[in-house]
């Protein structure tokens, strides 16, 4: 059930924004949707620009007893900024500015809306880069990169986001304004900052974040490999990394993908090919081409076909392009997708790619794979067309099986995309109840009463405190 | 707020071809200046989806649907191939035929367009308050003549559209182009008056009536089987879909005869003297509806490396904030979006800059930026090189 907002709350917030409060019927609806097909409802939506501001807002919620939820840029897929509960929608979108660049001490300050890319833009002129790029990386924010912990073909060298966030700003969902980590190398006492990276909005809004800064590297080689079989791909995953090498991604895609990316790109993606793998390697020039040599002779123990090399960075570039848009195209197929994010043992790819594809048939759907297999996140997309009756039903009962699946061979619920709304209620398959209780009382040390993004990630009852409506969004499997 | 009744007649199949992955959003540059959702290329379809399920809309509707520029960055950027400009198109004109979206007096600006003799009598006003300095600098108008030096057919290879403000406003431009087509060995013809506007600003102001009945009277202009060249981004988009526009078969072959006039000299660059060295730096600003949607942006880089060195901008072919008549019914907007692009134009450091669109080199003229058409800056390095 809607509930109205009170003209007390509007009035209230109105005096500190202005007209950066929304309360339209038709705008309301675009802040209920992120990148996932989840669907709600905010309140209102307010549109901050600093952190003061950001902090009155969270301090009339409280006043007014309402929940509030922080968003990015809404491309998130498992629905952490689905509003559920009827809350306050804090949108950082316009805390978009780079507020300072420390070469020295390879440090930014920036404000959370942000996004990824224009930060790498920025920074690629004078050596550096902000090394996680999810696939939205050109429209994602570092907020929500923050608040997902988000990953990215890089991070199979560089690691996840929490490595790359030295301290950050938070509002607490108290209305106090405090600042966690720190720019010491070992900060002392418990790591707060990184609880906080990953917790999807429910420990509180980020509003500055110190993110560290990567050098460029000097020599970097991108390889396109093609297998007439998706298993030899797979196991040529396996061997690279047996063989002592990291490369700096290691991604895969099979046929389907193949076809689709390479009807938006051209950029001579080999269509014929039952998989690809996309391999970058950087680093010193001496050690990158060393690794092009294991590559091929591993790829080469395993059937690959061709082995293109990017001859130069545009070339390379396309490739990526190509890699980074391929959920999108998955539009090309059919009209609607439900990407999964899970991990598996890199041993276990096969295995489980396999049974991916049998899930799929099974439920008369069409299964697309392109995910970063160097660390074992495999993102079977699930092609559909919403108007199919009751294709619905048959997406989310493949999802299952499909975590399912990815839990029994030894895997976990999700690689980067948070669990957010989507496998919130998946939380039981992988953790017992003490477990999520003791979870819980970890979530209550920051918000107590649960004032911040409401009943995501932990299912209902794990809580004590669930005083918000538990009004269930279109399209939710929960 | 009031609601109003509407049906926008869009295809179900194209309204859910947005799977709402927001790959889009830093390509808009009205997302871009706003960081608004309503001001988004998958908010503005999540409208379109809300309109068409509920059958009503809002005035706060027509709001988000005039702040789009048009410009199609999110066609390019869309991977799904989400054909977002017929969309649109198709809004605006419900919005124009059932609600009270286009006022009486844009209605009547949008017709002197099509009407040569009333153009050109406004246009002589407007010089004259040009000459006793009433007309402020910053609209960015360029020194309109007050007598207009008729253009001289030189043969019959070619047609050459000349449009409407272009044409009342930028005739020299016209005569640049000429000049440059001429040098291939190729004869240049004019239309007729029936040629007096192609229609694109009537499209994208959802006034598709007139837009099809300029279409019908332009297409009369161009017997024979000529290429017709243009040298207005915006006017070659709409002349290359008139087949769509019109849906006959007629309509299908003219369109199949428009040609920018950089695609088409660029296939005939062996023709061209060769310039001197050194060759001077172009910033080249690309034209949303060359680059988005008659995709022949390339064509002009290489007519300009025939003679110089072209320099492309970093902000990966976001728009001006010209948009045909929404710098003029959007100038806040407008000038937000042009502070990006001028930022843009600075940092690729050439001490020229091009602009293959009439409406972009005005709108950004009137920021005090520099810039002229890539074929009068070719055509004034043929005639120094003589």
Redesign the interface.
């Known amino acids: 059930m809607q509930i109205s907002p009170d003209g007390n709350l509007l009035d209230d917030l109105r005096s500190v924004l202005g007209d950066r409060v929304r309360d ?4 309301l ?3 209920g ?3 996932s097909v989840l669907e709600g409802r905010p309140s209102l939506v307010c ?1 901050p620009v600093n952190t003061d501001e950001v902090r009155q807002i969270v301090k009339i919620c409280r006043e007014h007893d309402r929940p509030f939820l922080a968003r990015g ?3 998130g897929l498992a629905g952490g900024a689905v509003p559920v509960g009827d809350p306050v929608i804090i ?1 950082t ?2 805390m ?1 500015q780079i507020l300072e660049v420390d070469l020295e001490n390879r440090i930014a300050w920036v404000e959370p ?1 942000v ?1 990824n ?2 930060l790498t833009k920025e920074l690629t002129p004078q050596g550096f880069h902000f090394a996680p790029d999810p696939s ?1 990386q ?2 994602c924010s570092i907020g929500g990169n923050v608040a997902n912990n988000s990953g990215g073909p890089h991070c199979l060298a560089y690691g996840v986001t929490s490595a790359h966030v030295a301290a950050i700003e938070v509002v607490l969902p108290d209305g106090s304004v405090t600042l966690l980590g720190d720019l010491a190398a070992e900060p002392p006492g418990y790591d707060l900052r990184g609880l906080f990276v990953g917790s999807e909005g429910t420990m509180g809004v980020a509003t500055k974040v110190a993110v560290r800064l990567t050098p460029n590297p000097p020599a970097v080689r991108t390889l396109l490999l093609d297998f007439p079989d998706v298993r030899d791909g797979a196991a040529t995953v396996s061997a690279i990394i047996a063989a002592g090498l990291i490369p700096a991604a290691l991604e895969m895609m099979d046929k389907r993908a193949i076809e689709i990316v390479e009807a ?1 790109v051209n950029a001579g993606y080999p269509t014929e090919a039952d998989a690809v793998l996309l391999v970058e390697l950087d680093g010193l020039p001496g050690g990158v081409e060393h690794g092009v040599e294991v590559v091929r002779s591993v790829a080469e123990r395993h059937q690959v076909g061709n082995i293109r090399v990017a001859a130069d960075n545009e070339e390379r570039e396309l490739l990526w392009k190509g890699r980074k ?8 197929i059919k ?3 439900y990407l999964h994010d899970t991990v598996v043992p890199r041993g276990k790819l096969v295995e489980v790619l396999e049974k991916v594809y049998k899930i799929a048939d099974a439920y008369d759907l069409i299964a697309v794979n392109v995910f970063h297999a160097g660390d074992g996140n495999l993102h079977p997309i699930l092609a559909y067309d ?2 199919e009756k009751g294709v619905l039903e048959r997406v989310h009962a493949a999802g299952r099986a499909i975590v399912t699946a990815s839990i029994e061979a030894g895997g976990v619920l999700s690689g980067e995309h948070g669990i957010g709304l989507e496998k919130r209620d998946y939380m039981g398959m992988l953790f017992s109840a003490h477990d999520m209780a003791t979870q819980d009382l970890v979530r209550e040390a920051f918000d107590p009463e649960g004032f911040a993004n409401p009943l995501k990630v932990l299912p209902s009852g794990s809580r004590c405190s669930d005083s918000f409506g538990q009004h269930v969004p279109d399209g939710a499997w929960v | ?1 009031k609601e109003i009744a509407i049906d926008l007649g869009i295809p ?2 194209d309204l ?8 889009c ?2 390509h808009c540059p009205t997302y871009r200046v706003t ?4 001001a988004s290329p998958r ?1 503005r379809i ?2 379109m989806k ?2 068409e399920s509920s059958g009503f ?2 005035q ?2 027509v709001g ?1 649907m005039d702040a789009c520029i048009q410009c199609r960055g999110c066609e390019t950027a ?5 054909e977002f400009g017929s969309m649109m198109e198709a809004t605006r004109e419900a919005l124009a035929t059932q609600t009270s979206y286009q006022p009486w007096w844009r209605r009547l600006g949008y017709r002197t367009l099509g009407r040569p003799t009333v153009l050109a009598f406004a246009s002589r006003v407007l010089s004259l308050l040009q000459r006793i300095k009433v007309v402020p600098k910053k609209l960015g108008l360029p020194q309109i003549p007050i007598i207009q030096r008729r253009l001289l057919a030189s043969g019959t290879d070619v047609w050459l559209f000349t449009g409407c403000i272009m044409d009342a406003w930028m005739r020299d431009t016209h005569r640049a182009v000429q000049r440059v087509v001429e040098a291939t060995g190729a004869g240049v013809q004019f239309p007729n008056k029936a040629a007096a506007c192609c229609g694109a600003l009537h499209v994208h102001a959802g006034l598709g009536d007139e837009a099809r009945i300029l279409a019908e009277k332009t297409m009369t202009a161009f017997p024979g089987s000529a290429p017709i060249l243009v040298d207005s981004a915006g006017c070659g988009a709409q002349l290359k879909d008139y087949g769509h526009l019109l849906g006959t078969e007629l309509a299908e072959k003219f369109s199949r005869r428009v040609f920018d006039v950089h695609e088409w000299l660029a296939e005939r660059l062996d023709k061209l003297p060769k310039s001197q060295e050194p060759r001077g730096r172009v910033a080249v600003q690309d034209p949303c509806h060359l680059r988005h949607v008659q995709k022949s942006h390339q064509a002009v880089y290489q007519v300009l490396a025939h003679f110089t060195e072209p320099l492309g901008l970093d902000d990966e072919g976001l728009c001006c904030g010209a948009g045909g008549a929404y710098s003029a019914f959007h100038q806040e907007t407008a000038s937000q979006v042009r502070d990006r692009k001028i930022e843009s134009i600075k940092r690729a450091g050439a001490p020229e800059v091009a602009s293959a669109n009439p409406g972009c080199l005005l709108h950004l003229r009137s920021a005090g930026v520099e810039v002229r058409h890539p074929l009068e800056i070719i055509d004034s390095i043929m005639t120094k090189d003589g």
Do not use: W
């Not at chain 2, 869309?78 to 989400?82: E, K, Y």
């Open positions: 339209g019927d038709f705008e609806g675009l802040y949707k992120d990148g549109l840029s809404g491309t949108a979108a316009k978009n809306g996004l890319l224009d939205s050109q429209v938006f848009n391929a959920f999108g195209a998955v539009a090309r009209p609607d997708y919403s108007d | 707020m179900h199949h859910v071809s947005c799977v709402s992955c927001g790959l959003l830093p960081q608004e959702e309503s908010g999540a409208l809300h309109a809309i809002d706060e509707f988000f869309c991977p799904a191939g989400v």
